[in-house]
């Protein structure tokens, strides 16, 4: 077998009850990672064992990772269609079509759906009628996910995202009016992280960038030495990432590497993003294997091999690690030994990130199939 209370301003009280109160409900999973912060964790409880209760077959191939929000589970393809598909029947309600194709994760936020395509444009579409409320061009394509928070300055809600002109755009959500851009040397490849006050992102120039949300001023940065594929993911005061080098860091938030974990000789790239808890920290890479460190010190505690690289990202919650391979199967695995606990084969390489809800968990494979599995119980 393979091993498988006092009063605050208004915008100041918005900003804390964002950071106290989750994102989404149980039942919803309206961003890429499942938190502002990319944590990869969730509240919702991962079964012991799935029973598969519906596919949606795409008109062409998927690389996109679903969100899913009252009801619906929303997926793009590479034949620029975004689709909104019901989470209990499989049925497509509704579907917007792009000139380009579409390869980046969905944001579901308030009634709009966001997600940009390798044109470099920005679509804002009504959540529950496919109908476009408005876009934006940039000048290189947008391969990440969208993220937000509501500015502390003025109580409006900003979207944040990164493209291959080498800038992070900061745009007001409901209009797509631009708030400020900010440069880089290189391609954006993954999807930005936030605190409320900072955005935390990397890319092809190796660096992790630390940008303050008011003024798109650069606040501090890290040189990694190398391309950073995936996305950072924030717990509490500290980031985790990895690069294509093969090393993973813990970096805290005044630009400190804590702990670097791997073998720059030896080590496999890192593509995927980490998924991260009060004690743990995962993340796959391309030699096959997912591994779980100590979240304060980067010791390994252990390893799980598959048959294919791990490009999709791992989600964790109560106890479990559930994830997708190349060798075609979806996983999950015991977070306290790595022990296998469950695993089916879709029969494709799986480089999706799994949607989580208590009762579903939802994922894409390349040839353009959807799968949601029920929880068995």
Known sequence: MINRTHKYPRALFLVLMWLILPITAQDDWEIYRGDPQLSGHTNSKIASSYQLAWTYMADDNIKSSPVISDSLVYIASIDGRLQAVDLHTGKLKWAFKSEYSIEAPALVLGDQVLVGSLEGRLFAIDKKTGILNWDYLVDGQILGSVNHLISETDAVELIFFGSYDNYLYCLEARTGKLR?????????????????????????????????????????????????????????????????????????????????????????????????????????????????????????????????????????????????????????????????????????????????????LIISSQPGVVYAYRNSK
């Open 180 to 360: 400020w851009r900010y440069q880089t040397t290189h391609f954006i490849n993954g999807t930005p992280a936030t605190d409320g006050k900072t955005i935390f992102f990397g890319g092809c120039d190796g660096i992790l960038h630390f940008i303050d949300i008011a003024t798109g001023e650069e606040r501090r940065s890290v040189n990694l030495d190398y391309y950073i594929a995936g996305s950072p993911a924030l717990f509490e005061d500290r980031l985790y990432v990895g690069h294509y080098g093969g090393l993973f860091y813990c970096i805290d938030m005044d630009g400190n590497i804590i702990w670097q974990y791997g073998d720059s000789d030896n080590s496999a790239p890192i593509v995927a993003s980490p998924a991260v808890d009060k004690t743990r920290v995962i993340y796959g890479t391309r030699d096959f294997k997912i591994y779980c460190l100590n979240r304060n010190t980067g010791r390994p505690i252990w390893t799980y091999e598959t048959q294919g690289n791990i490009d999709g990202s791992a989600v964790i919650g109560n106890g479990k690690v559930v994830f997708g391979s190349g060798d075609g199967y979806l996983y999950i695995i015991n977070l306290l030994d790595g022990a296998l606990i469950w695993s089916t084969d879709l029969g494709t390489p799986i480089i999706s990130s799994p949607a989580v809800t208590d009762d579903y």
